[in-house]
């Protein structure tokens, strides 16, 4: 199955990102371009929830790269949306303290963990701007039920102006894997780094070079925030 449109422009016109948009920043669309090939359930995903996460990809003006999400875990589509047609947008960070679950929703593990640690203000990831992604960001944002028992519960945390320590990584990484075992979610988080997104795990593993993705397409790197390591915001 096809699992990204082709872009709706000249590949050597796609020379930057829009800067008013970043990586997992969720957009509320009023139209979705069709293109051919497209998955038969990414209509009735839009009709049920106009709203399509940004994703790492360059695009000519004008354009924005998203993906859409369906109802089971491989419906998953990379397509294109006119700028003009965003009607809003939402970042992970703003859904981490101004939105909550639906009614009767909030025991769910992910969500469960998510409040854990809105109501953890001294532990390590306190010291970082940071925001739920994946189904229980999509969830908050647009109020359509996506989170099941069994789901993940995705962090992005900034560090894009703020490197973090690899020592400091190994912390974080056991208080969010501590989390994890007490309450029963698998908790996956991101480093937003000037070089793209980088596991924590990755990082705080000490590898020698560790795997960023970028909008020029992922890369491996020794230093997510050494200068030399990207050629220009991700």
């Not at 909550?100 to 970082?128: H, I, K, M, V, Y």
Request: aromatic letters at 6%; one cysteine or more.
């Amino acid at each position: 199955m096809q699992v990204c449109a082709a872009p709706p422009f000249a590949i050597e016109h796609a020379l930057s990102c829009d800067a008013r948009w970043r990586p997992h920043d969720l957009l509320r669309l009023q139209r979705l371009q069709a293109f051919d090939g497209e998955p038969a359930w990414v209509r009735e995903a839009f009709q049920r929830a106009p709203y399509a996460v940004v994703r790492r990809a360059r695009a000519a003006n004008g354009y924005v790269a998203i993906g859409m999400r369906g109802a089971g875990r491989s419906e998953r589509y990379g397509t294109w949306a006119a700028s003009a047609d965003v009607v809003s947008a939402v970042s992970p960070e703003a859904l981490a303290f101004s939105c909550t679950p639906l009614a009767g929703r909030n025991a769910l593990p992910a969500f469960a963990a998510l409040a854990a640690l809105q109501e953890d203000a001294t532990g390590p990831l306190s010291a970082f701007v940071w925001g739920p992604t994946g189904s229980a960001g999509f969830e908050l944002a647009t109020h359509v039920p996506t989170v099941t028992a069994s789901s993940d519960l995705d962090l992005l945390i900034r560090t894009h102006d703020k490197p973090l320590a690899q020592v400091l990584a190994v912390e974080l990484l056991r208080h969010l894997q501590a989390l994890a075992e007490r309450i029963g979610v698998r908790v996956d988080a991101q480093l937003d780094t000037p070089a793209g997104g980088v596991a924590l795990a990755e990082w705080a593993a000490g590898k020698p070079r560790v795997l960023a993705r970028h909008e020029r397409g992922p890369q491996l790197i020794e230093n997510p925030w050494a200068a030399t390591s990207h050629g220009g915001d991700a």
